[in-house]
């Protein structure tokens, strides 16, 4: 881990601290941040728990060796909610290290919190746009998975556009992805899987594990994730998606 004190994500307020994900100014962001309440222990996480697994947007490129102090294979995930799927999958797979990329800051706080509590070092997370963290700080060719489940769908028609799953993201993906890397998206909105499936099938470098225009079986590694629970209960499938960088 970097020594250098790190300067939280956030602004100073009668609160004593509000936390404020981190971005580069766009015209098109595939999310809001919602107003969710946040609890004390996941507002004080910040202060308790951001030195050892917060990263900035601002620091630049990852130096991965540096921050784990070790070489080990690297996974990341864009829009981990809650955090307790990427959680448990850090538990799970003591032989990679995690980055998580999320701008919920009630969901950054209780992964904070937990991560520590469970005494995790596998993991660091940064509380910025994921369009950006790829751009500026994860290297090239470096990770073996991504993981993307259940991004907000954006259903109505004049949304789309705000939709994560776009060529230029799958095309940032791909650069950070290592040769033979996976590219593991799911969601339980059929629109959006077939409009997944077309983004990644049409975009160059990549090959898709279960066959052309197929979708895969759930993998044991992924744990089922709050959305795709909260899905289940209003009735909609799920949809695998397993793409190889070629
Ligand atoms: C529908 S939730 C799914 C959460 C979790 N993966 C699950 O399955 O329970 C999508 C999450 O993606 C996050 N998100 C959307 N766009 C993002 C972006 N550009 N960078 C980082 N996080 C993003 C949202 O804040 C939200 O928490």
Redesign the pocket.
Known sequence: MSTAIKRLPGVEDEQGFTPR?E?KKKSI???V??AGRMTPAQRNAFERNWATYGLSLFDGPVDLVAEFGRSAPLVV??????G???LAQAQAEPDKDFIG????PP?VGRLLNNAADAGVTNLRV?M????D?LADCIPANSACRFQ??????WHKKKHQKRR?VQPAFVEAVRHILLPGGVFHL?TDWEHYADHMMEAMSLAPGFGNQAGEYLFAEKPDFRPN??????GEKLGHGVWDLLFTKK
């Open positions: 994900p971005f962001r595939s999310y941040i919602r995930e864009v829009g981990f909610g809650m307790d799927s990427l990329i999320e701008v919920h969901g940064f910025a746009d994921a369009n963290v993307l489940y259940f991004p907000d769908p994560i799911a994730t709050k959305f795709e629970r909260r």
